[in-house]
């Protein structure tokens, strides 16, 4: 991204709310950034100079969501990235309503020929077909049985799936055919499926983690304004334990200035309520999100901006991003050390991924098959 373009998006993202563009509460995105694949945008400039007024966004009920429905070609996705623990993933919808403003899949929504800002939140293109893909893709002779990251991209449980029932059909489907998967989700919707869960327990298909940034409720409304309350993701993980799922917590990203002091809590009533494995990142701003986090920020929390800034810049390098594998999603520098010594010694005393543990791949099988030889 050039210079100018740079200087442009952080003019908007500086400048405070003026009339005619309050912030959009149940948003967490507040602008639109440019699509670095389009090189031509509309924008609205000089209101006084037009005829017509534009209407002003005061809610989310003013800026409503649009499911876009779609025959999609493919469901399984191949994972190139190392910092991923499964090499496969699979994704029903496209853009999250959930409206998480730090989401690393923001920027994927760009190749939809979208905005990685409000659109991602509330353009959801809803792949109809994601079963029947499944089915066949499982089908191929030479698939057998490698466990897929259901939501390795976007939440596999946002509002969407109320309507849609994706992900249902895809558990179904790997459930008639023993295929193993991971689950990661910040929405309590997942209890809707805990008959198949449960089913698929019992012969370890399944392993789910759900995502845990902040005990603050201000915080999460304003952060990942339509994601469930803590209170009731630590409701899911009691209920999906108790019975017999394998549940874990993420804890990501960790915030400097924001969320990072809260780790111990959060472990602490995960493993209370059950789980037993956790996972964390620590914040990293690559594409657009660098934009709409800066713009975010400085809205939210002018008194400590700077301060939370200045604090992710220190844990990469002097910079809000750092593309290495096996250290972008950790950080560098004191800040991120400590976070990674804290999550060593809560994980120990909390007895967090102690069990030698692992999906069941051996029972995979077609529909009519008899079961692997060996």
Not at 190 to 218: C, G, H, W, Y
Not at 224 to 232: C, S, V, Y
Not at 238 to 257: F, H, K, Q, T, Y
Not at 329 to 340: D, K, L, Q, W
Request: with cysteine.
């Amino acid at each position: 991204m050039d210079n100018k373009l740079k200087q442009d998006h952080f003019k908007v993202a500086t400048k405070k709310p003026e009339y005619g563009e309050p912030y959009i509460t149940g948003r967490g995105a507040q602008i639109n950034t440019k699509n670095r694949f389009q090189k031509n945008e509309s924008t609205t400039e000089h209101i006084e100079g037009i005829d017509v007024p534009v209407a002003t966004v005061r809610s989310a009920s003013d800026s409503p969501t649009v499911y876009l429905e779609q025959e999609s070609k493919t469901i399984v996705n191949k994972i190139e990235s190392k910092d991923v623990g499964m090499g496969y993933s699979m994704n029903p919808y496209a853009g999250c309503e959930h409206g998480c403003i730090y989401c690393y899949a923001r920027n994927v929504h760009e190749y939809w020929g979208y905005s990685a800002g409000l659109d991602f939140e509330r353009k959801i293109i809803v792949k109809k077909n994601a079963p029947q893909l499944l089915r066949k893709f499982l089908m191929h002779p030479k698939w057998n049985g490698t466990p897929i990251m259901l939501s390795g991209n976007t939440d596999c449980y946002q509002p969407a799936e109320q309507q849609y029932r994706l992900t249902r059909g895809l558990l179904e489907v790997c459930n008639e055919f023993n295929q193993p998967v991971g689950i990661l989700t910040k929405n309590s919707g997942i209890l809707k499926d805990k008959d198949v869960l449960q089913e698929m327990a019992r012969k370890r298909l399944v392993s789910a983690m759900v995502s845990i940034t902040s005990f603050n409720e201000e915080l999460r409304r304003t952060m990942e304004p339509r994601t469930t309350t803590a209170k009731q993701k630590l409701k899911v993980i009691n209920e999906l334990s108790a019975a017999g799922v394998r549940m874990g917590i993420m804890m990501g990203p960790m915030i400097p200035g924001l969320n990072e002091h809260e780790m111990q809590r959060i472990m602490k009533a995960a493993a209370d309520n059950g789980a037993t494995f956790t996972a964390y990142t620590f914040i990293r701003l690559n594409g657009a999100i660098k934009f709409l986090f800066h713009d975010w920020l400085y809205k939210n929390f002018p008194d400590r901006a700077d301060k939370v800034w200045h604090g992710i810049e220190q844990s990469h390098g002097g910079k809000v991003n750092d593309s290495r594998w096996g250290v972008r999603m950790r950080g560098e520098g004191t800040i991120a050390e400590m976070v990674a010594q804290q999550y060593k010694k809560y994980g120990k005393l909390y007895k967090m991924n102690a069990e030698e543990w692992s999906l069941d791949t051996s029972i995979f099988r077609r529909p009519g098959e008899q079961g692997k030889l060996f």
